[in-house]
């Protein structure tokens, strides 16, 4: 056969087959264009109002009345969160007084309302902390499988009540807190997760070392 | 050059051609139809492939062997990056922690594997490493 009817012909074939599997493959998941990549492309400055940074709702670590607040806009299925959580958690064992952690929950991926209701569910059994570790530590098996199989074994493993759990995951208060975090995530303009504040200022560079540094100076100036 | 030694370097460069038309058009199925939007990496290797397919459409169709002087510097930039990938894949080479978006997935995340395990990086790895490898034995057949 000819060389140039050969190409052609090749060509000609694994088009149509390529169009044919295009048109007969199942659409599970349909492309999703979520909301947020439709927002316009605004960087998070300064925040643009304190009350939608923290709320009374929100999961806390450290004590109350810190004089500084880092708010940590977080997606348990995120493996960049994953990868924070040991620095945040080092910046809190170094300012047990002077610091605390707010999480606010975003919702970017399968699997993390899931996650975000167990995690909110195992507030109630006073289980935050442990549960959280052991669902982060287990995210890689379970991240972006919507029923999050695996983080409810690691979370039975750290000692939540899975039956209870599943009961308190889908009260009412769970729907509100997931729909004002989701509002906020919004109104505050977070494109990638994780985002903090820390007292309201948002970090000039992603890393976890400005914001260790940004902690620092927020804990002197409180100090002066 | 005999015909024969002529019809040899076709099939070369047909194989070749056939390999990066099958890349693009899978890395098209599974962006396109599958709905994984390719993460930064994968969009760098696309685009070292797609010219790979439409160049070496045009050489397999004018025979035109001389082709590899253009193609070679394309596998070889695209296998760099696919072996990049793979080890960063693998987690052999570190990575900065990179914000999680909604939209854009991360390089290294999961959804980067196709039949029950093999990860993407490494089929485009092999795919532009075997692409550079005939040419480079094109190369050295019609070296005078």
Not at chain 1, 117 to 138: F, G, I
Not at chain 1, 159 to 166: I, K, P, S, T, W
């Amino acid at each position: 056969m000819n060389r140039r009817t050969l190409v052609l012909i090749i060509c000609v074939v694994i088009l149509a087959v390529f169009a044919a599997a295009a048109f007969l493959y199942p659409r599970v998941i349909p492309p999703q264009p979520s909301q947020q990549a439709q927002a316009p492309a605004q960087v998070p400055a300064e925040a643009p109002n304190g009350s939608n940074l923290v709320r009374f709702h929100s999961p806390v670590f450290g004590p109350a009345q810190a004089p500084v607040t880092i708010v940590e806009f977080f997606d348990p299925s995120c493996e960049a969160c994953r990868a924070f959580y040991p620095y945040v958690k080092k910046i809190l064992a170094e300012n047990p007084n002077d610091v605390r952690l707010v999480l606010r929950y975003v919702l970017f991926h399968q699997g993390s309302e899931e996650v975000a209701r167990m995690l909110e569910a195992a507030r109630k059994q006073n289980l935050y902390p442990q549960v959280l570790e052991a669902v982060l530590d287990a995210q890689p098996d379970w991240h972006d499988d919507p029923r999050a199989a695996a983080a409810w074994a690691a979370a039975e493993g750290a000692g939540l009540e899975v039956g209870r759990a599943r009961a308190d995951m889908h009260t009412p208060s769970v729907d509100a807190v997931l729909e004002t975090d989701m509002q906020d995530v919004k109104a505050v303009g977070i494109r990638g997760t994780p985002t903090f504040f820390v007292n309201g200022h948002a970090l000039d560079k992603f890393g976890p070392e400005p914001l260790r540094d940004l902690v620092r100076s927020e804990v002197a100036k409180a100090r002066n | 050059m005999s015909t024969s030694s002529s019809s040899g370097l076709w099939s070369l460069l047909l194989v070749a051609w056939l390999v990066a038309l099958l890349s693009s058009l899978s890395a098209l199925f599974i962006g396109e139809v599958m709905g994984q939007a390719p993460c930064v990496l994968c969009w760098f290797q696309r685009a070292f492939m797609f010219p790979l397919t439409v160049i070496l459409t045009i050489a397999c169709y004018r025979s035109d062997f001389a082709i590899w002087r253009y193609a070679l510097p394309l596998a070889g930039i695209g296998a760099g990056l696919a072996l990049a990938h793979t080890l960063l894949y693998a987690g052999l080479i570190p990575l900065p922690i990179q914000p999680c978006t909604a939209t854009g997935p991360s390089c290294s995340g999961a959804g980067m594997t196709i039949f029950g395990g093999v990860p993407l990086p490494m089929l485009a790895l092999f795919a532009f490493a075997l692409i550079a490898i005939l040419l480079l034995v094109i190369r050295r057949r019609t070296a005078p």
